[in-house]
């Protein structure tokens, strides 16, 4: 099993870092969960448990992909989900490339040393939250894709790719 040489991190957050608040997403941008479902199906998905357990119950777990969820509790189980107890035991689990690693907060700040990709939503909204993205280190590249309104409610966003050089 080769390791996968393509680690993605994917998430969405407000222009000051926020990701969630309470368990749950504060906003709602349809736009941004077709362009999650996009880049993550039919890959295998790393998540931490919260995450896990954040999902709607008819998207966990995650169709048509492998779901691993990091945890420390080496008793827990759930019908549709492999477990590992670290970042690095989860992608050690997966013998393909790309897998992306889903949140949250903990989990990204823990796998960014091993990250070959990000792939972030920015959402311009000022909103309050207990759980932040993680800092992006020096000597990533970004690259920006234009802003857009979503249809529902006309909230600005936009795809940012960030690539190590
Ligand atoms: C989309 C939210 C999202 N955005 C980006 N860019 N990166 C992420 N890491 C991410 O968080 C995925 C895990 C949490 O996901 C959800 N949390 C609350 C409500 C709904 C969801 N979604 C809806 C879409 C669904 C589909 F299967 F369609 F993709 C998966 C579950």
């Known amino acids: ?80 989900a492999d477990s590992a107890p670290s970042v690095a035991d989860a992608v050690a689990l997966v013998g393909e490339s790309p897998v992306w690693i889903i949140g949250g907060g903990e989990i990204y700040r823990s796998a960014m040393d091993i990250a070959t990709h990000l792939e972030v939503t920015e959402v311009d909204l000022d909103v309050d939250g207990d759980t932040r993205a993680p800092e992006i280190p020096h000597g990533w590249t970004a690259t920006a894709g234009e802003w857009r309104s979503s249809r529902v409610d006309g909230t600005r966003f936009r795809f940012i790719e960030y690539g190590k050089p």
């Open 1 to 80: 099993m080769s390791a996968p040489h393509f680690v993605g991190l994917i998430w969405a957050q407000s222009t000051a870092g926020v990701i969630g608040d309470a368990g749950s997403i504060p906003w709602h941008v349809p736009e941004d969960m077709a362009h999650f479902k996009s880049k993550t199906t039919e890959h295998p998905v790393i998540m931490g448990r919260k995450t896990w357990d954040s999902l709607p119950a008819k998207f966990r777990p995650l169709p048509g992909r492998r779901n691993i969820v990091v945890t420390r509790n080496p008793s827990w189980t759930a019908d549709g």
